[in-house]
């Protein structure tokens, strides 16, 4: 960077400062950055040569360096890079921003990391987040979201869902305690949809190289491969081998049976068709084995496919994957997927339509003025006005199936 383009960044910097410093200062912890009910603003400072080559070779993941301003505090040599999989774009592209890429001991309000979401395939720009606030009702393990203006040497970059890493941080924050120790030293993977693969939890073999092509590894990635995926090898032999019978006592204790049962139906009922179940094999979600414990957990990710249609089928490609077809086998877990579905539908009515409403009302100027996003302000209007519609009909239409599958009385409204 050439001395005027270091002064007009130290200019521009000054300016930020300067509007910062007209706000009152206010608590600064990750819950603030995470705060749903605030839209935030971000700054990145780097080199704008730098920036060209990241947006130009947006499908490497090539760091960085940048300075990163929020809410009055600047972290100086972030690595930021392009990230995403379908989502990945030269124009506006979704980032990774890593604080301790160039220093391993700095952190950001404790945290490591987080993820700029470009939002590119939602037009609506609130279904992940509204998402996993409603998981959060439902005790379902997902990372806290919510969204800023981000700015990149001055210039408005884009409306971007702000997103926390699934990492040991998150999970100490998820699981808390046990015994006195925090419950972020376990196996975090996650779920790596192999291309011309999918994978509905079929046994492939003895050898790791499958489970480790479709499970990458974030936590203890130094310790031998059968300690980091020799459990997984055995839970999917077992799941596969096992009766309908013996499948809960062959596989309770190397998977949380009731919180999968809990997680398959919230996903569900938000008519996700690319995740555990997705319409073209597992996808989307982290797998946590905890701490000193053969028990793996499954963490929300990457919900911006949910609200596909209300009338979602409630079992929808169930009997295609190996792991949830024999756990809705067992009337104890079907009788709990029924129950979860309609608690799912309680906790929706009402507050659903009111939080995407709220969402709306937060990001809808700033999202008028993203002019790089890859749809039009018409598309991001028709889009919004169908997810209002969502709630109520698919509302119904879970209370109506659940009611004919278990033979009870159906509810006002059903056909």
Known sequence: MGRAGQLRRVLLGAIVAAAMATVPAVS????DLFNPHTLQRIDLWLNAADWAKLRQNFQKNTYYPADLTWNGITVNNVGIRSRGLGSRSST??????DFDRYSTR????????????????????????????????????????THTRLYVNGQYAGLYGLVESVDKTMMGRVFGSINGNVQNDGYLFEYNYVLDS????????????????????????????????????EMVRIANESTSADFEQAIGTRIDLPALTRFLAAQNFVADHDGLNGYAGMNNFYLYRLENSPTHVLIAWDEDNAFRQTDYQVDARITENVLTSKLLAN?????????VLLEAADSATG????????????IHQAMLEDRLKPYSNVEYETA???????????????????SKLTNQALPSGCR
């Open 198 to 233: 999918p994978w509905r939890f079929e046994y492939e073999g003895p050898a790791l190289a499958p489970y480790k092509a479709r499970f990458d590894i974030k936590t203890n990635e130094s310790h031998a491969e059968s300690t980091i995926w020799g459990p997984i090898e």
């Open 92 to 97: 506006k592209p979704g980032l990774r921003v």
């Open 331 to 339: 009337t104890t877990y079907v009788s709990q997927y029924y129950g």
């Open 106 to 145: 700095q952190e950001f309000l404790r945290l490591k990391s987080f993820i700029l979401d470009n939002l590119t395939q939602d037009h609506t720009g609130i279904k992940e987040s509204v998402v996993m606030r409603f998981y959060e009702r439902l005790g379902i393990p997902g990372p806290r979201e």
């Open 384 to 402: 919004r006005h169908s997810l209002l519609a969502f709630p109520d009909a698919r509302i119904t239409y879970v209370r109506c199936e659940v």
């Open 28 to 31: 600064r912890t990750s819950d």
């Open 351 to 362: 507050w659903l339509q009111q939080e995407m409403q709220r969402q709306f009302d937060l």
